[in-house]
T-cell receptor
């Protein structure tokens, strides 16, 4: 399996621009997570999906952030308009449902976003 | 209140010695899983070990073991025979309520930076 795939790996954009981050989870995984990692705030859960349905988006910082999962193999995290404080590494992770053994999350390589 | 607490921002250990990284958690859910991840300087997140709340024995994976003390709500990671490649940030995480349809929400601690000295 190719693992969780994220694109782009690096994104540099100007304040006010729209940014779209993409994620392809591992095939067969029921859960998909979006995290943001910064030095100041650590690793924050933004939103997670179960079987393509958003379950908890309480971590989404504000209305400028939105996430979708139109099918089991693709998810997007969109920031519109972007601001410098959105600069961070954004991770996507997926996991299987619990079936009597571990159900760890498999992380993608992350997207390093810089908003100038 | 913090659900996952890692009280050691940084730790040092001599190569080939063992080291314990502390993690305490807070939950009222009887069903949960505890995880440790390693994040080297390259940035990727690597799963190390898992402990389920109903597991009777402490989890082990190679040089990693998890010292699970349920009554104390602690899940410390023990790395035996440290290697230079173990230098990294280590995160403790918890997933709650895996028996529910809404299960799966995870919480990460702030991490511990481990430095292995030659």
């Amino acid at each position: 399996d190719a693992g969780v795939i994220q694109s782009p790996r690096h994104e540099v954009t100007e304040m006010g621009q729209e940014v779209t981050l993409r994620c392809k989870p591992i095939s067969g995984h029921d859960y998909l997570f979006w995290y943001r990692q910064t030095m100041m705030r650590g690793l924050e859960l933004l939103i997670y999906f179960n079987n393509n349905v958003p379950i908890d988006d309480s971590g989404m910082p504000e209305d400028r952030f939105s996430a979708k999962m139109p099918n089991a193999s693709f998810s997007t995290l969109k920031i519109q308009p972007s601001e410098p404080r959105d600069s961070a590494v954004y991770f996507c992770a997926s996991s299987p449902r619990f079936q009597g053994s571990s159900y760890e999350q498999y992380f993608g390589p992350g997207t390093r976003l810089t908003v100038t | 209140a913090q659900k996952i607490t890692q009280t050691q921002p940084g730790m040092f250990v001599q190569e080939k010695e063992a080291v314990t990284l502390d993690c305490t958690y807070d939950t009222s859910d009887p069903s949960y899983g505890l995880f440790w991840y390693k994040q080297p300087s390259s940035g990727e997140m690597i799963f190390l070990i898992y402990q389920g709340s109903y597991d009777q024995q402490n989890a082990t994976e190679g040089r990693y073991s998890l010292n699970f003390q349920k009554a104390r709500k602690s899940a410390n990671l023990v790395i035996s025979a440290s290697q230079l490649g173990d230098s990294a940030m280590y995160f403790c995480a918890m997933r709650e309520g895996w028996r529910d349809t809404n299960a799966g929400k995870s919480t990460f601690g702030d991490g511990t930076t481990l430095t292995v000295k030659p």
